[in-house]
Structures are given as structure tokens and as C-alpha cells.
């Protein structure tokens, strides 16, 4: 298989169907390769429309909604980024390629171990081991912050941790009926919601118990 084709065939025929057409983001999907940030032997699946599983029965996410994603939050060269699940890292490229900084935080030691072989060459990135699911509290506050998994509802901490014009994008419900948003702080005490699709995505596993959190 030619990946290269593979990939723009990615984009031509799944995400810029799902309305991502900022040039910006589709650009960067096509210099990216995301083959690299699958697990072995799945290669030839990375520019499908599936959810690649990355081991402990999480999941990468498809890639038109990770383009949505991006889109919505519009990130800049100005913005530092939490990303709360790590994951195969390809999101937290494609983000950190967009933006200022990334801190990205994973709860399974292994998988971010092969993030951090995949992202090595980044400067900008820091990878961090814990659990975050329901707030990660570093004393630091962001202008954008990626859920890589689904919540219930909305954690106020995450709201909170937000600088004002902040973007905080989040998939909250339950299966199979979840809805994916972008909240916006608009000042101290006021927030903004966008709401951008409906789809399913794997839980934080500790979003209902305040225990863990995976990808």
C-alpha cells in the first residue's frame, strides 16, 4: 500500500467531508504521517476510519474526528495545551505542531513510553504519567484543553483551569449517545458552549469513580 495516498485519501475523502476545511489543519494531517504513531502491524490501517487500538482496550481516535477537534479549537502559536490522555501521541503532535506547548498526561506507564519514542524529536512537549480524569492540578492554567476520552458531564475543574478566551474540547454523555463541544471562557464566571457532533467515545475510566483515567 502507498501510505502517502493512503493519507490523502484520509483527507480528501473522510475528514474534509466531515467539514474540516481550514487549510491549516488539513495541511498539517497530510505532513504528518500517522502510520508512525500506530502499533506495529497496523500501519496499512492508520489512514482508515476505525478507532486503532493502542493497547489496554483504549483506542486512537478517528481521524475525522481528531480534525475536527482541532478545528473547533483553533489553536495558535500563542497557546499552551493540556492534553489529558496521551494515547498513540498523534494528536498531541498534530497539537503541538499548532501551538506554543503541550503537556500531555497519561495514566499507563507502556503506552506513554511509545509516546514518548514517537515524540522525541519534539521540544515542546511534556509528557507526564498520572491520573487526570477528573482535574490535574499543576497550578498552571491553559488556553486549550484536550479530553482524549468521554465524561459524563463537564468537570468544573477543567473549566476553571482555563485562561479567558480558553477552549476546552470534551466529549460528555453516555453510550451510545455522547455529544462532543468546545466550551469557551468568556470571563471569570462565564462560559460559552459550542456543540459540534454527536458521536461515542471510550470513557475516562475514572470520570464516574474518581479513580483512574485512560485514553
Same mark, same amino acid.
Given at each position: 500500500?502507498?501510505?502517502?495516498?493512503?493519507?490523502?485519501?484520509?483527507?480528501?475523502?473522510?475528514?474534509?467531508?466531515?467539514?474540516?476545511?481550514?487549510?491549516?489543519?488539513?495541511?498539517?494531517?497530510?505532513?504528518?504521517?500517522?502510520?508512525?504513531?500506530?502499533?506495529?502491524?497496523?500501519?496499512?490501517?492508520?489512514?482508515?476510519?476505525?478507532?486503532?487500538?493502542?493497547?489496554?482496550?483504549?483506542?486512537?481516535?478517528?481521524?475525522?474526528?481528531?480534525?475536527?477537534?482541532?478545528?473547533?479549537?483553533?489553536?495558535?502559536?500563542?497557546?499552551?495545551?493540556?492534553?489529558?490522555?496521551?494515547?498513540?501521541?498523534?494528536?498531541?503532535?498534530?497539537?503541538?505542531?499548532?501551538?506554543?506547548?503541550?503537556?500531555?498526561?497519561?495514566?499507563?506507564?507502556?503506552?506513554?513510553?511509545?509516546?514518548?519514542?514517537?515524540?522525541?524529536?519534539?521540544?515542546?512537549?511534556?509528557?507526564?504519567?498520572?491520573?487526570?480524569?477528573?482535574?490535574?492540578?499543576?497550578?498552571?492554567?491553559?488556553?486549550?484543553?484536550?479530553?482524549?476520552?468521554?465524561?459524563? #458531564?463537564?468537570?468544573?475543574?477543567?473549566?476553571?483551569?482555563?485562561?479567558?478566551?480558553?477552549?476546552?474540547?470534551?466529549?460528555?454523555?453516555?453510550?451510545?449517545?455522547?455529544?462532543?463541544?468546545?466550551?469557551?471562557?468568556?470571563?471569570?464566571?462565564?462560559?460559552?458552549?459550542?456543540?459540534?457532533?454527536?458521536?461515542?467515545?471510550?470513557?475516562?475510566?475514572?470520570?464516574?469513580?474518581?479513580?483512574?483515567? #485512560?485514553?
Amino acid at each position: 500500500m502507498n501510505l502517502d495516498q493512503a493519507r490523502f485519501f484520509m483527507v480528501e475523502q473522510q475528514i474534509r467531508p466531515w467539514d474540516v476545511l481550514d487549510p491549516k489543519i488539513l495541511d498539517l494531517i497530510m505532513d504528518i504521517p500517522r502510520h508512525l504513531f500506530v502499533e506495529a502491524g497496523n500501519e496499512e490501517l492508520a489512514y482508515s476510519d476505525i478507532e486503532l487500538p493502542i493497547g489496554h482496550e483504549q483506542f486512537m481516535m478517528a481521524p475525522k474526528i481528531e480534525g475536527r477537534l482541532l478545528q473547533a479549537l483553533d489553536i495558535d502559536e500563542d497557546d499552551c495545551v493540556l492534553e489529558i490522555g496521551t494515547g498513540s501521541g498523534y494528536l498531541t503532535a498534530l497539537m503541538a505542531n499548532l501551538g506554543k506547548s503541550v503537556t500531555s498526561v497519561e495514566l499507563y506507564e507502556d503506552i506513554l513510553n511509545h509516546a514518548k519514542t514517537r515524540l522525541a524529536s519534539y521540544q515542546n512537549i511534556e509528557l507526564l504519567s498520572g491520573d487526570a480524569a477528573n482535574g490535574w492540578e499543576d497550578g498552571h492554567k491553559y488556553d486549550v484543553i484536550v479530553l482524549t476520552g468521554s465524561t459524563p #458531564t463537564v468537570p468544573q475543574s477543567y473549566k476553571e483551569q482555563l485562561n479567558l478566551g480558553g477552549r476546552l474540547a470534551i466529549v460528555t454523555g453516555n453510550a451510545p449517545a455522547m455529544t462532543a463541544q468546545v466550551i469557551t471562557r468568556i470571563s471569570d464566571q462565564e462560559w460559552e458552549t459550542e456543540t459540534l457532533f454527536e458521536t461515542d467515545l471510550k470513557p475516562l475510566i475514572s470520570s464516574h469513580s474518581n479513580s483512574k483515567f #485512560t485514553f
